[in-house]
């Protein structure tokens, strides 16, 4: 069993930055791979930015690739997301999630989910 608890999230102007954490409880947060979703009222739920247990591997969204950075940290249980050049269209509660085995990036795929956390990209 893993617990996700999101964190980082608020109001930011468009082309500002925030980071997200993700804080995860248990002893094998090394062996999960973990992603980023985000939900916008009225849409589903999409795929953000995954890697893989060892951070070998990172996968993106292309609407996110080259201003969005997921990390991780296993020796602090925590995965990252640097969010930069932010634009509203990114206003969305960010979910993270885990799962065991290889990273996904389908929503089914996650075991696991946190509680979200809003971020709203606004002048």
């Known amino acids: 069993q893993v617990q996700l608890v999101e964190s980082g999230g608020g109001l930011v102007q468009p082309g500002g930055s925030l980071r997200l954490s993700c804080a995860a409880s248990?002893?094998?947060?090394?062996?999960?791979?973990m992603g980023w979703f985000r939900q916008a009222p009225g849409k589903e739920r999409e795929f953000v930015a995954a890697?893989?247990?060892?951070?070998?591997?990172?996968y993106y969204a292309d609407s996110v690739k080259g201003r969005f950075t997921i990390s991780r940290d296993n020796a602090k249980n925590t995965v990252y997301l640097q969010m930069n050049s932010l634009k509203p269209e990114d206003t969305s509660v960010y979910y993270c999630a885990a799962k065991r085995g290889l990273m996904v990036t389908g929503v089914r795929g996650y075991d696991y989910w946190g509680q979200g956390t809003q971020v709203t990209v606004s002048s």
């Open positions: 248990g002893r094998t947060f090394s062996s999960y791979a």
């Open positions: 890697i893989s247990s060892t951070s070998s591997s990172t």
